[in-house]
C-alpha cells in the first residue's frame, strides 16, 4: 500500500506544481486581454497576434489545468446524490467513474491526437492569418500532454479510491 501512496502523492505533486505555472499565465492572459481593449477602444487597432495569443493562452491554461482541477476536485458535477454518500461510496463512484470513463477517454484522445500533433510539428504549422501565431504546432503539442496529466491524476484518484474502500488511506491523505 505504501507505493500506492507514493506514486498517487508524486502525481498529485506533479500536478500542483503544474497548476501553480498554469495560475501565473491566468495573470498573463488577463494582461493581453487588456492590452488588446485598450488597443481596440482607445486607439481603435487590433492586431491578429494579439487576438490569437488571447486563445492559445486560454487553450493552454484549460489544457494544462485540467489534472490540477481534478486534483482540487473542482471538476463540474451534478452532486445531488454524492455529496450524501459516505467517503467509502463515494470512492466507489470515483473508482467506477475513472476506470470505465476518464481512463478510456483520456487514452482515447492521446492516442488520436498523436497524427494531428505530429502533423503540425513536422511542418511546424502556424497561423494562416498574417500576423498571426507562427507556433501553433506548440499549442496543439498541449493536447496530448494536457491529457496525460488528467490521465495520471485519474490514476491518483483510483489509488486513493481503493485506499479509501480499503480503509488504508493514510488521515493527512485528501478526503475524496
Same mark, same amino acid.
Given at each position: 500500500?505504501? %507505493?500506492?501512496?507514493?506514486?498517487? +502523492? ?29 488597443? +481596440? ?10 487576438? =490569437?495569443? =488571447? ?11 485540467? !489534472?490540477? @482541477? ?15 454518500? /459516505? &467517503? ?8 467506477? !467513474?475513472? $476506470?470505465?470513463? *476518464?481512463? &478510456?477517454?483520456?487514452?482515447? $484522445? %492521446?492516442?488520436?491526437?498523436? @497524427?494531428?500533433?505530429? /502533423?503540425?510539428?513536422?511542418?511546424? =504549422?502556424?497561423?494562416?492569418? &498574417?500576423?498571426?501565431?507562427? #507556433? +501553433? #504546432? $506548440? *499549442? ?11 490521465? *495520471? ?8 479510491? $481503493?485506499?479509501? %474502500?480499503?480503509?488504508?488511506? &493514510?488521515?493527512? =491523505?485528501?478526503?475524496?
Amino acid at each position: 500500500m505504501k %507505493i500506492l501512496v507514493a506514486i498517487s +502523492r508524486t502525481i498529485d505533486h506533479i500536478n500542483e506544481w503544474v497548476g501553480r505555472g498554469v495560475a501565473w499565465i491566468t495573470g498573463l492572459v488577463v494582461m493581453v486581454v487588456f492590452i488588446d481593449v485598450v488597443m +481596440r477602444y482607445a486607439f481603435n487597432m487590433s492586431f491578429v497576434f494579439t487576438q =490569437e495569443l =488571447e486563445w492559445h493562452l486560454f487553450a493552454f491554461i484549460f489544457l494544462m489545468g485540467a !489534472g490540477y @482541477t481534478l486534483l482540487k476536485d473542482g471538476h463540474v458535477r451534478v452532486d445531488i446524490i454524492y455529496q450524501r454518500l /459516505n &467517503p467509502k461510496a463515494r470512492a466507489w463512484i470515483n473508482l467506477i !467513474g475513472v $476506470i470505465l470513463f *476518464l481512463l &478510456p477517454g483520456c487514452v482515447m $484522445i %492521446i492516442t488520436s491526437s498523436y @497524427t494531428f500533433v505530429y /502533423n503540425a510539428w513536422a511542418v511546424m =504549422e502556424g497561423s494562416p492569418d &498574417p500576423g498571426g501565431i507562427p #507556433y +501553433r #504546432y $506548440i *499549442l496543439k503539442a498541449a493536447i496530448p500532454a494536457g491529457f496525460i496529466l488528467v490521465l *495520471l491524476q485519474g490514476i491518483s484518484l483510483g489509488i486513493k479510491s $481503493i485506499l479509501t %474502500i480499503a480503509d488504508s488511506l &493514510p488521515e493527512k =491523505e485528501t478526503e475524496l
